[in-house]
């Protein structure tokens, strides 16, 4: 059932347009025909015939639905009406929010027009899906639908980013944004781009994002990925880092579930002297307010001038003393600097004593977090860094990281990451970075490393083919312009205080409401080409999120040691 070419809607008839309520192109009352029933978000259609235009459709969401008698007039009228005492009505009616008027004629639909529940082609029409010619889906709507989202506001060809809000645990933001990433590798809207498309993922919730290749055994229902047009399978390439184990003399991956395709890593003193990242170490929003930002900037760049490799496991020396580990280089640092002689060679002037003892305390606390991995005690060949290069989706974890060495290990891998985009040229191949609790590396207020380095992102990401996917519980506390640069905004189950901050300006008051008892695997996404945003319910992840749900090993049955030849002499033990 669809609109035909000569603008007749032939579908469900639902109601009329009020005449009790004034009717605007921007939105209108209906009052439903009895026994018919719409919901929120529904998609409606009406038309009206204007004189010199032709039929002019005009589409909406409803958005509110009321139910009343009409005759009574006092609270308790009810009870009377519900005896058969009190002739009265019962009258449902509901609000539509207008989407889209066809041709853009912008005139109210008339009181007593009939109006249909959208399909097909008037619903493509609703919705702006007829003009999107890259589109991936996100889900499907209340009618079951299938949802989209227009990609030139993902990749950068008129906006970029996506920020995810929602209650931690409820909202279910990671995995949105995990089938966000798995629609966008498997819908074609890619095309030839798709092998060399990639994604970096920091995982800080247990192992669960470690199974993305693993097929999900509690996935029952197919058939939602077919509505979608989308394969029913895991992702297909992965790649996990993970840091190495505590102590750990030979640098085993930190993870106790997964056994392959996972690598180490970590970074050389030769490569922390030569990079600078000590800025990186003091990554908090507080250490910029300490006052020793500029003795970090003057000691990092005397690392760099004066820290020379020693052997091949990643050691340095700096003016005659050997370094092994993050601790020595912190008491070789502690040394020089409470020496007043010395301190004046790696500072270049004169800097108080006060200022020094709180750099090398905050210093001091950081070597147990980065201990595992900063080092030199292994061989300097091996591979260790962490790259894009090796899989479609690479995942770092973190959750075994104290909360100090998370922040170093993404400020130092997203800075990493950006300048190899820059020294590229070009924004094609893109990389979409996953990055949960934003609000903890780019807080509203203060400044650090990290911050920066996600300001350029959600400014000058979209040039160079960087896409930040953020996701935060509360997006009243992440820096206003990183928010400001995502064309995509979703939200999931949010807290009711939350929810009235004016962050959320972008969400209708009856959908603000609403968002505060969604369930888990309900989102409200907004995009700029749709002026309402839409309740997008998608499906049942067809990966592992989580080491229970992945496919167990296949167990070994009959003799292990059928086919290996027989040996006469008895073992010893």
Known sequence: MTAVATGVTTGVAVGRVLGTQAASPLSFWIGLEPGKVVQLDDVVVTRRDVPGHGPVLVAGVVTVVEARHEGAAFDSDVFLIADGSLPAAVVEVAEVRVTRVEPEVFVPPLP????????????????????????????????????????????GTRGAHVSISGVSGVATKTSFATFLLYSIFNSGVL????????????????????????????????????????????FGSVHVFAPPRPNDPNGVPHVSARTHGVSAFYWTLVEFCQEELLRFVFADADDERAGYSLLVGQVAARLQSWAEPVGDGGAVRIRGTACRTFSDLVELLSDQLQDEEERREWTGSTTPLGTVNAF??????????????????????????????????????????????????????????????????????????????????????????????LLDVAERGRSLGVILI???????????????????????????????????????????????????GTMFVAQPEIPVPLSVAFPFPAWATRPSEAAAPARITGNPFQGLPEEEDIPPF
Do not use: C
Request: net charge neutral; hydrophobic share 40%; charged share 25%.
């Open 112 to 155: 007593g027009e009939k109006v249909y529940l959208a399909e097909a082609l008037d619903r493509d029409q609703a919705l702006y899906f007829d003009v999107m010619d890259r589109r991936i889906p996100i889900g499907t709507g209340r009618d079951g639908g299938p949802l989209y989202l227009n990609f030139d506001f993902m990749d």
């Open 191 to 234: 095309g030839g781009e798709a092998a060399n498309t990639k994604a970096l993922i920091f995982s800080v919730k247990g192992e669960d994002l470690l199974f993305l290749d693993h097929p999900n055994i509690k996935l029952t229902d197919t058939a939602a990925y077919a509505r979608l047009g989308l394969p029913a399978q895991p």
């Open 360 to 453: 090398l305390r905050r210093l001091r606390s950081a070597v147990r977090a980065l201990t595992p991995i900063v080092r030199g005690d292994l061989p300097f060949y091996r591979g260790h860094s962490i790259r894009t290069s090796d899989a479609q989706v690479s995942i770092v974890d973190l959750h075994n990281l104290p909360e100090r060495a998370q922040r170093f290990v993404v400020g130092v891998v997203l800075r990493g990451e950006f300048h190899r985009k820059e020294s590229a040229g070009t924004a094609k191949p893109l990389l979409f970075v996953v990055l949960d609790e934003l609000n903890k590396y780019a807080p509203r207020e203060g400044d650090s490393p990290i911050k920066e380095i």
């Open 470 to 520: 953020g996701a935060q519980q509360t997006a009243s506390e992440v820096e206003r312009r990183i928010v400001a640069n995502s064309a995509v905004r979703v939200a999931g189950r949010l807290d009711p205080a939350e929810a009235a901050r004016s962050e959320y300006g972008w969400l209708p008051p009856t959908v603000r409401d609403r968002a505060t008892i969604a369930k888990p």
